[in-house]
């Protein structure tokens, strides 16, 4: 509902925007791709390499490389298919889990700056990134 969103909501909404868009620089985007990816990997779970390509709209071969990257920080672990040893089964870890539930981290510190703020301008950015958040991408 427009107008009653928290400080923290506000700021966790404006932190994935800032990951979304791009940011001001090219590690935010690389943090909201890996978000990406990882929920992608949770919504497919247990999934194939495939399955996560296609929910992220990007080839095989790159998603391959950003899993092998995922799998080596530990937030994705690969199994072979028990019905099939030549395909693997994608499945996050307790800390890729652990990861993808942690709000953004420009949200920790915009909370406490918004939650300065009168309720009438906190319905007004509330409602700029409603408008941000219908650009097409």
Do not use: H
Not at 52 to 80: M, N, W, Y
Not at 93 to 106: C, F, I, K, S
Request: proline share 5%; aromatic share 2%; glycine share 8%.
């Amino acid at each position: 509902m427009w107008g009653t969103a928290s400080p923290g909501a506000i700021a966790a909404r404006f932190a994935r925007l800032v990951e979304l868009l791009g940011g001001d620089t090219a590690a935010a985007k690389a943090m909201g791709q890996q978000r990406d990816l990882l929920a992608a990997v949770q919504m497919t779970e247990p999934g194939t390499l495939n399955q996560v390509a296609a929910r992220v709209k990007r080839g095989a071969p790159a998603i391959s490389r950003a899993i092998d990257t995922l799998v080596r920080a530990g937030f994705v672990d690969r199994q072979a298919d028990p019905e099939n040893r030549r395909r693997l089964q994608l499945r996050l870890t307790d800390a890729g889990r652990e990861y993808l539930n942690r709000p953004p981290v420009a949200d920790q510190t915009l909370e406490g700056r918004l939650g300065k703020l009168a309720a009438s301008e906190l319905r007004a950015l509330e409602r700029g990134i409603e408008i941000l958040e219908r650009l097409p991408r």
